[in-house]
């Protein structure tokens, strides 16, 4: 069956800090992928897809990016983080059709101090 | 683009009752699906139900069901029998056929008294 993974479930980061959020896929080949970003009080915002491997679309200009190393993991990474990179992020995936919508991780909570 | 509007922030609804989440959407295309996503205390996204959009016949998952109604733009989710685990975030989502993305309202909490 296929399984997703996300972690760390929290981190606390200071403003400035490096950061770096891992995704990983079991139990199916060449997953779309996905990193959404939910503040407090918010919806799901879509920052970055994959449809393959080094396969990168960014959907809200940041300073965070999105990588692809291998097809079943997606990473979300930032040089410096800011106060406003605070929030809680989840990473999906899909495969064929449409209709099966997005199987989602358990999330990183993320706050930036 | 295609944007999806939960008006109701919050809900309540007392157990065993029937409640009616609201949703619009809309879109140009004629190709595409409809999605709510339930967020409980957890954070973990849970697909509830679905609906295609080229389906007349109203999706149904155990206690929920769907009001689909396409010449309105309108997707409202019915809860029967709510019980204390309904308690959570609903999201309702939209994806075009031919799009990888997928398009979220801002939420709704719903809150179930014993």
């Known amino acids: 069956s296929q399984t997703i993974h996300q972690w760390p479930a929290t981190l606390v980061q200071p403003v400035g800090s490096p950061l770096s959020l891992e995704c990983t896929v079991e139990?199916?080949?060449?997953?779309?992928l996905y990193w959404y970003r939910q503040a407090a009080g918010r919806g799901l915002q879509l920052l970055f897809y994959?449809?393959?491997?080094?396969?990168i679309s960014s959907e809200v200009p940041q300073n965070l990016s999105a990588s692809r190393p291998q097809d079943r993991q997606f990473i979300l990474s930032s040089k410096k983080l800011l106060l406003s990179d605070s929030g809680f992020y989840l990473c999906a995936w899909s495969v064929g059709q449409p209709y099966y919508g997005y199987t989602f991780g358990s999330g990183t909570r993320l706050t930036v101090v | 683009a295609q944007t999806v509007t939960q008006s109701q922030p919050e809900m309540s609804v007392q157990e065993a009752e029937t409640v009616t989440l609201s949703c619009t959407y809309d879109?140009?295309?004629?190709?595409?699906?409809l999605f709510w996503y339930k967020q409980p205390p957890s954070r973990q996204m849970i697909l509830v139900i679905r609906?295609?959009?080229?389906?007349?016949q109203n999706a149904t998952e155990n206690r929920f069901s769907v009001n689909f109604q396409k010449a309105a733009k309108s997707f409202s989710l019915k809860i029967s029998d709510s019980q204390l685990g309904d308690a959570a975030m609903y999201f309702c989502?939209?994806?075009?056929?031919?799009?990888?993305?997928?398009?979220f309202g801002k939420g709704m909490k719903l809150t179930v008294n014993p």
């Open positions: 994959s449809i393959g491997i080094d396969q």
């Open positions: 989502a939209y994806r075009e056929g031919g799009s990888e993305k997928l398009v």
């Open positions: 609906q295609e959009a080229y389906k007349q």
């Open positions: 139990g199916t080949s060449n997953p779309n």
């Open positions: 879109t140009s295309e004629s190709d595409y699906y």
